[in-house]
């Protein structure tokens, strides 16, 4: 049986957030897949640090790695997008961040997001004829997008996989772990 901390090892994962991330959403996949040996790199439109949120109140704030000029999707093997309101509002208007998504998709190289997190991808154009859940006030958004919007802790449509709210963590964090290590067995294998 492969061990937990090797489960992951050698993938690259892009954790795309600014401002008011929802510091669940953020720190605790991240903590999995960190465990796991994937390498992740917060990027953002700015340098410096981020500032977290814990529903309405300011929690940590987190370092960023790389922005997003000097970020490459190539050099990357998965997205993760946490939610928080303001993160998600404000990450959609950045033309780099939807250009960044983009190109994941492109590739088919997984998508886990949460939350408000799914607005980068309904601005990005990429919701039509997909599945996922998000928080439930953006429901109406994905759907307007051409997207089909479903109340479920955890769900996967090809490359994505989505989930509610910080309670669903969870199940979010064991579909993370399992996709991400598909994705690293079907790219050994190519």
């Given at each position: 049986?492969e061990?937990?901390?090797e ?5 690259r994962v ?5 401002d ?13 897949l ?5 390498k992740?790199?917060v990027i ?16 940590n ?11 490459n999707?190539d ?6 997008l946490p ?24 590739h ?5 997001v ?8 309904v601005s990005s154009?990429?919701?039509f004829e997909?599945?996922?859940?998000s928080y ?12 089909v ?6 769900v996967?449509?090809?490359n994505?996989?989505s989930?509610?709210?910080?309670d ?21 294998g190519?």
């Amino acid at each position: 049986m492969e061990q937990t901390n090797e489960r992951l090892k050698g993938i690259r994962v892009a954790i795309l957030a600014t401002d008011g991330f929802e510091q669940a959403e953020l720190v605790d996949p991240r903590k999995a897949l960190d465990e796991a040996g994937a390498k992740t790199s917060v990027i953002s439109p700015k340098r410096g640090k981020i500032q977290g949120m814990k529903h309405d109140e300011k929690a940590n704030s987190v370092d960023v790695d790389l922005t997003f000029d000097e970020a490459n999707p190539d050099d990357f093997d998965a997205v993760l997008l946490p939610g928080g309101a303001l993160n998600a509002d404000a990450l959609r208007m950045v033309e780099p961040a939807r250009n960044f998504i983009r190109k994941i998709d492109s590739h088919r190289k997984p998508i886990a997001v949460i939350c408000h997190g799914p607005w980068l991808l309904v601005s990005s154009g990429l919701t039509f004829e997909r599945t996922l859940t998000s928080y439930f006030t953006i429901q109406d958004d994905i759907r307007n997008s051409g997207g089909v919007w479903v109340d479920q802790e955890v769900v996967q449509d090809r490359n994505w996989i989505s989930s509610r709210k910080p309670d669903d963590i969870p199940a979010f964090n064991q579909k993370i772990l399992a996709v991400f290590g598909e994705a690293k067995a079907h790219a050994k294998g190519a």
